[in-house]
């Protein structure tokens, strides 16, 4: 009877325990993704920055980026400065220019540079921002790893501006008038 | 009883400010050069409307007040420039310069309005360096060169270029030399004073732009930008401009022997014509002998010495080296009047504390030699200042009876008299009104004090350092007021209070 009674509470029991670890594994279940989702948030936000940051946003927060790994995107402007086995190129985001230190190779794909007659290439750069690099005397910079074309640059075609060059015939006509005016009154 | 200002006058005025217009419009044939050696279409058509708009105007302005000679003699626009006519015609060129001088600017699409494109040709007449200019990495380089030939023209003076190579033999070209803040003849005639100050620049300018484009190849740059940035840093930079090609200014080339090159010749654009001219002539002690050298390098080390010990404070550039590149060249830059940068302009008020700031604004107020490129008091004037405390300490001290004289040494001894002391306070005082004032009206906007008081002497000053007031969309009464402050800081005030008496002798004044 005692053993009938043991058995039957002891059912009851793991009974009890089965419904109450089904109350409490999806709670379980929620601080573990709460867990990870903060500690993929906390990599993030401290270490990384997985979405592209703009140089306004680096330059104003400097030393909240700094020795993290950013993704900054822009276009490369002016020259390709090699220096070893290394290159320096800067790159604009329509706010300013910051300057890349890139191992050379990651350059290759770089066909086109920023000037008047030319659109450089879109880059996404991933890469370890500075606010003062100890390595370049101080440079606000970022330390390339990785360096991915977004979209190619273009040779900008240059079409003549026919309002500007009536309006230099009309002055033209205007300052021979106004020439032939002084001449004659000097004389 | 104050005299209106007789046709006589005015038109003195007109002719030689037709002159000058036209010797500045013809300076506009470089760009142009320029541009058709690069195949620029576009840039070399705003160049052409420039130089017909000035040539018009000169053209105009010449016929208009020429008044032919009645008898053998010359007619009145050919006679000899009083000093009040002589201010005006400075003070008026300036302006008709950055009018003139900002058409091409504003024709390239680079600059929001007309208003900004006025700033920037200011700017760099005046050789701040402040700019509101868009896009400047896809700039042509005819509107480029324009920017920094600018510097290089109002560095040396706009009337010194007329008065070389366009006006000849006018007998009151001392008065215009005089108008540009250049009060020192180094040879006995001003027309071979300012041939000389020429000779020098090109020089310099040859030498300069070796140096800077063979570091620039060496860095890895193509030739042909390498030489093309050498040319326009050096002109920045001897005249103590500011401005660069590219948006980053001096940071764009990441280099160190490229800052120190600039740095060396920034210090010779800010000393003395007449230092140049001695040690051109083998003179090499006067350099050393020199008031304002020292009171140069005495300010620089005063100076240095309180922006390292505020950055130091707040650990910004832990290594020496760092804190050479940054802060020192920061302060050289300001000291200078030039305005480069190696670091961004919002970096000046998120990583530098006031006591760094302060360091760079007493460099910044305090500026080069006298008939230098520079702007701002200047190191005679504060030389003075000293040598005339230093002077009264000594009449206190020293029994009633005894005589106390000092001695400074501008090239040549000179015993210190009144005169030129209450001349160099004067000076001064109206130097620190404008910095206030300036300071004042940006507070006005809304901007805090150490920000307003940093941009306010920059301009003033005809720095060009900025911290990130300078922007295109600040007021435009802002703009107006740094507009004026880089016109009377860089004409010494002497002109524009000139000008000034004569709009209120032209309303009030009595026949």
Same mark, same amino acid.
């Given at each position: 009877m005692k053993t009938a009674k043991l058995q039957a509470y002891s059912v009851e029991r793991r009974a009890y325990s089965q419904k109450l670890s089904a109350i409490r594994y999806p709670l379980n279940a929620k601080i573990l993704r709460l867990l990870?989702?903060?500690?993929?948030?906390? #990599?993030?936000?401290?270490?990384?920055?997985?979405?592209?940051?703009?140089?306004? !946003?680096?330059?104003n927060n400097a030393k909240q980026y700094d020795g993290k790994t950013v993704v900054y995107e822009g276009e490369v402007i002016g020259d390709?400065?090699?220096? @070893?086995?290394?290159? &320096?190129?800067?790159?604009?985001?329509?706010?300013?220019?910051? @300057?890349? &230190?890139?191992?050379?190779?990651?350059? *290759?794909?770089?066909?086109?540079?920023? %000037?008047?007659?030319?659109?450089?290439?879109?880059?996404?750069?991933?890469?370890?921002?500075?606010?003062?690099?100890?390595?370049?005397?101080?440079?606000?910079?970022? +330390?390339?790893?990785?360096?991915r074309k977004v979209r190619p640059g273009r040779q900008i075609i240059e079409r003549l501006n026919i309002s500007k060059r009536n309006l230099v015939f009309v002055l033209l006509g205007v300052l021979c008038l106004v020439w032939i005016l002084k001449q004659l009154k000097l004389r | 009883m104050i005299l209106k200002p007789r046709l006589e006058d005015i038109k003195i005025i007109g002719y030689y400010l037709g002159k000058i217009i036209l010797g500045l419009g013809l300076t506009m044939l470089i760009p142009i050069i320029i541009g058709l050696a690069f195949g620029e279409i576009n840039p070399v058509l705003d160049f052409l409307i420039g130089i017909e708009i000035a040539l018009i105007f000169g053209l105009i302005l010449i016929k208009l007040c020429f008044t032919p000679p009645l008898r053998a003699g010359?007619?009145?626009? !050919?006679?000899?420039?009083?000093?009040?006519?002589?201010? #005006?015609?400075v003070s008026l060129s300036w302006l008709a310069a950055t009018v003139l001088g900002a058409i091409p600017l504003y024709l390239s699409? /680079?600059?929001?309005?007309?208003?900004?494109?006025?700033?920037?040709?200011?700017?760099?007449?005046?050789?701040?360096?402040?700019?509101?200019?868009?896009?400047?990495?896809?700039?042509?380089?005819?509107?480029?060169?324009?920017?920094?030939?600018?510097?290089?023209?109002?560095?040396?003076?706009?009337?010194?270029?007329?008065?070389?190579?366009?006006?000849?033999?006018?007998?009151?070209?001392?008065?215009?030399?005089?108008?540009?803040?250049?009060? !020192? *003849?180094?040879?006995?005639n001003v027309i071979h004073t300012a041939r000389f100050i020429w000779l020098v620049s090109v020089v310099y300018l040859i030498l300069g732009t070796f140096a800077l484009g063979t570091v620039g190849v060496l860095n890895g740059m193509k030739p042909i930008n390498a030489f093309f940035h050498g040319a326009c840093v050096f002109m920045a930079a001897f005249d103590t401009g500011g401005f660069a090609p590219q948006s980053q200014?001096?940071?764009?080339?990441?280099?160190?022997?490229?800052?120190?090159?600039? #740095?060396?010749?920034?210090?010779?654009?800010?000393?003395?014509?007449?230092? +140049?001219? /001695?040690?051109?002539?083998?003179?090499?002690?006067?350099?050393?002998?020199?008031?304002?050298?020292?009171?140069l390098f005495i300010t620089i080390v005063i100076t240095f010495c309180i922006t390292a010990f505020g950055l130091t404070q707040i650990g910004s550039y832990p290594k020496a080296?760092?804190?050479?590149?940054?802060?020192?060249?920061?302060?050289?830059?300001?000291?200078?009047?030039? @305005?480069?940068?190696?670091?961004?302009?919002?970096?000046? #008020?998120?990583?530098?504390?006031?006591?760094?700031?302060?360091?760079?604004?007493?460099?910044?107020?305090?500026?080069?030699?006298?008939?230098?490129?520079?702007?701002?008091?200047?190191?005679?004037?504060?030389?003075i200042i000293?040598?005339?405390?230093?002077?009264?300490? *000594?009449?206190?001290?020293?029994?009633?009876?005894?005589?106390?004289?000092?001695?400074?040494?501008?090239? *040549?001894?000179?015993?210190? !008299?009144?005169?030129?002391?209450? %001349?160099?306070?004067?000076i001064t005082l109206a130097y620190l009104v404008l910095y206030g004032l300036g300071a004042i009206i940006g507070m006005l906007f809304g901007y805090p004090f150490l920000n307003s008081l940093f941009e306010s002497t920059s301009a003033a000053a005809n720095v060009g350092l900025s911290c990130g007031i300078t922007d295109v969309n600040m007021p435009a009464t802002l703009k107006f007021t740094y507009i004026f402050q880089m016109w009377a800081g860089r004409l010494e005030f002497m002109s524009i209070f000139t000008l000034i008496g004569f709009l209120v002798a032209v309303i009030k004044g009595r026949r």
């Open positions: 990870i989702c903060s500690f993929a948030f906390f #990599i993030l936000h401290f270490n990384c920055y997985a979405q592209s940051i703009s140089s306004t !946003e680096l330059i390709i400065m090699v220096r @070893g086995d290394y290159a &320096w190129i800067n790159v604009n985001d329509g706010q300013n220019a910051i @300057g890349i &230190w890139t191992d050379k190779d990651l350059t *290759k794909d770089i066909l086109y540079t920023g %000037s008047h007659k030319f659109k450089g290439d879109w880059i996404e750069v991933t890469g370890v921002f500075h606010r003062a690099c100890l390595e370049h005397g101080g440079d606000l910079d970022i +330390h390339a790893q990785a360096v | 010359a007619g009145f626009t !050919e006679r000899d420039l009083n000093w009040m006519q002589g201010m #005006i015609v699409g /680079h600059w929001k309005s007309y208003l900004d494109a006025c700033f920037d040709a200011m700017s760099g007449f005046a050789t701040t360096g402040l700019v509101l200019v868009q896009d400047l990495d896809h700039l042509s380089y005819t509107h480029n060169l324009w920017r920094h030939l600018i510097m290089f023209i109002g560095g040396q003076g706009i009337v010194i270029v007329a008065l070389s190579f366009f006006v000849r033999g006018v007998s009151g070209s001392f008065k215009m030399y005089v108008g540009e803040a250049r009060d !020192e *003849k180094i040879l006995p200014n001096i940071l764009y080339y990441h280099s160190l022997p490229f800052e120190i090159i600039t #740095i060396i010749i920034m210090l010779l654009g800010a000393i003395n014509f007449k230092m +140049h001219y /001695h040690l051109w002539m083998g003179n090499r002690r006067e350099i050393f002998k020199n008031i304002e050298t020292k009171t080296i760092v804190l050479f590149r940054k802060g020192f060249y920061q302060l050289i830059s300001g000291h200078t009047g030039t @305005g480069f940068m190696t670091i961004y302009a919002r970096q000046f #008020i998120n990583e530098w504390n006031q006591l760094a700031l302060v360091g760079v604004i007493c460099a910044m107020a305090f500026g080069g030699a006298v008939c230098s490129t520079t702007g701002a008091i200047k190191m005679l004037r504060i030389g000293f040598k005339a405390l230093l002077e009264d300490i *000594k009449r206190i001290i020293m029994p009633e009876n005894a005589v106390v004289i000092q001695k400074l040494h501008p090239i *040549k001894e000179i015993f210190l !008299e009144d005169k030129q002391v209450r %001349s160099a306070l004067l």
